[in-house]
């Protein structure tokens, strides 16, 4: 049996994932990045493999791909993570009738993909780093509301007045905003919900930019908050594919190109 590996080294996490000889997905392992990135990324590696009994000399293929892809020198090969995005949301999607519209929100970043029915990039866009639009916003705003991260969806449906808004585009300020509202009386809920509300209408404006299919696949850390689901539902005015594993889409998609190059490499393409 042949294995492949696609590791998604990204600012905040690294994402593993293993598919074998027919592309099928084995298994996904994630953990933080942490300050040592290619430490880190090995133990995750690792740990992947020790998952399902295989060491690394069973791997035939390994692509690298995220913000520090090029760190990985144990990898074959390494690629952009808007590419290797593309690839695992079209192969996640043919379960829900094929997508063709991505929105993936990261750490630090956001971006938009519109793809064709080969899973191939037609159009890309990705928001200012410093606008309150991204994972890194939703840890910060945990942390100022002393609530866990893991709650910011089940507050999100507890509020009894309408989301508040959020208005400022740079995660500082929004900070600040967030800090007034909760020094004036407003419930934490009301806020949560206006959070999200905050982060859905910016990524419906990312989306646009690239254009908007029927079926829009979301997926990154923060598609595990279904209170932010439920706020980009609301804006795009349509269900959204949220993978069972949404953080490895992009690994899983380095995962099946590792698995595409060797077998080109064995027939001499």
Not at 147 to 153: A, K, N, S, T, V
Not at 214 to 234: E, K
Request: glycine share 12%; with cysteine.
């Amino acid at each position: 049996m042949n294995w492949f590996v696609g590791i998604d080294i990204g600012s905040t996490a690294i994402k593993a994932a293993l598919v074998d000889g027919d592309g099928q997905l084995v298994g996904v392992h994630v953990t933080d990045s942490g300050s040592l990135f290619h430490k880190n990324a090995k133990a995750a590696l690792q740990a992947l493999l020790d998952g399902h009994g295989l060491q690394r000399e069973q791997v035939s293929y390994l692509i690298a791909t995220g913000y520090g892809r090029k760190l990985f020198k144990e990898a074959d090969d390494s690629i952009s993570e808007i590419t290797a995005n593309a690839i695992g949301a079209h192969e996640a999607g043919k379960a829900h009738g094929g997508v063709r519209t991505i929105i993936n929100i990261g750490g630090q970043d956001s971006k938009a993909i519109q793809i064709d029915d080969q899973g191939t990039v037609v159009n890309f866009a990705m928001n200012d780093k410093c606008a309150a639009g991204t994972g890194r916003f939703l840890d910060v705003a945990a942390a100022n509301l002393d609530i866990d991260l893991e709650q910011l969806g089940d507050y999100h449906f507890n509020g009894k007045g309408a989301p508040l808004t959020i208005n400022s585009t740079c995660t500082v300020f929004a900070e600040s905003e967030i800090i007034g509202l909760l020094a004036n009386g407003h419930g934490k809920e009301e806020i949560v919900a206006g959070i999200h509300y905050s982060i859905a209408k910016r990524t419906l404006r990312l989306a646009k930019r690239v254009g908007i299919e029927d079926r829009v696949y979301f997926d990154g850390g923060p598609a595990l908050n279904r209170g932010l689901v439920a706020a980009l539902q609301d804006e795009l005015q349509r269900e959204l594919v949220v993978p069972e594993h949404p953080q490895t889409t992009t690994a899983f998609g380095a995962a099946i190109l590792a698995r595409a190059e060797w077998l080109a490499e064995r027939r001499g393409v």
